[in-house]
Structures are given as C-alpha cells and as structure tokens.
C-alpha cells in the first residue's frame, strides 16, 4: 500500500521561507507525477505545483517565482521550497503521487502538512 509521509510544515512570518517535504513507499510501480496541493477549510484543494519523473514542471500562478518544486527520483521524494512566504499561503499541504500500476494510474495523497505564515 503506498504511503506519503510529508513533513517540513510550521508557522512562519512572512517574508520568510519553509521547505516541504514528501517521501513515498510502498510501491514498486514507477512514480509519475509528483506535486504539492493546498486547502483552506471550506474551499477547494488547489494545485501548488507539480512535477513529472523526467523534471517537468507547472506551477500556480500565485506562487510562480517564489516556490520550487524538485524530486528525488531514487528516494521517491518531492519537495517544495517556499521563499517569500505570504499570509495567504497560509493552508494545509498535500502532496501528491500519481502511481502508474499496470492497466491503470492513480494518484495518492499525503495526509497534509499545515503551514502558518502570519502577518
């Protein structure tokens, strides 16, 4: 069963910078699409960013030029790195892993990481 472990998430002031990470196990499927979603309490899980197993990228327009998203193709790992952190950034992440199984893909989810920015 795969597992996503995040971790890296806490209460920042802004202006300031977090780094996220996200380490997937249990599978011996390749690992396609990585990325990082957030959510605030009563609205929708947007994309943040997301990354394929050969380094493409595509990130939110809200966070372009102040977040970066690599992986670790070996490690099975993502990670987010957040500068310039804003008050609105303020939500929980979830990672996410887009397994490629033999007739079919699914994505899996992380069970999110809170992150703080205050004002």
């Known amino acids: 069963q795969v597992q996503l472990v995040e971790s890296g998430g806490g209460l920042v002031q802004a202006g300031g910078s977090l780094k996220l990470s996200c380490t997937a196990s249990?599978?011996?499927?390749?690992?396609?699409?990585m990325g990082w979603y957030r959510q605030v309490p009563g609205k929708q899980r947007d994309l943040v960013a997301i990354?394929?197993?050969?380094?493409?990228?595509n990130y939110a327009d809200s966070v372009k030029g102040r977040f970066t998203i690599s992986r670790d193709n070996v490690k099975n790992t993502v990670f987010l790195q957040m500068n310039s952190l804003k008050p609105e950034d303020t939500a929980i992440y979830y990672c996410?892993?887009?397994?490629?199984?033999?007739?079919?893909?699914?994505?899996?989810w992380g069970q999110g990481t809170q992150v703080t920015v205050s004002s």
């Open positions: 990354i394929s197993s050969g380094g493409s990228t």
């Open positions: 996410n892993a887009v397994v490629q199984y033999s007739t079919r893909r699914y994505g899996h």
């Open positions: 249990g599978t011996t499927f390749s690992i396609d699409t």
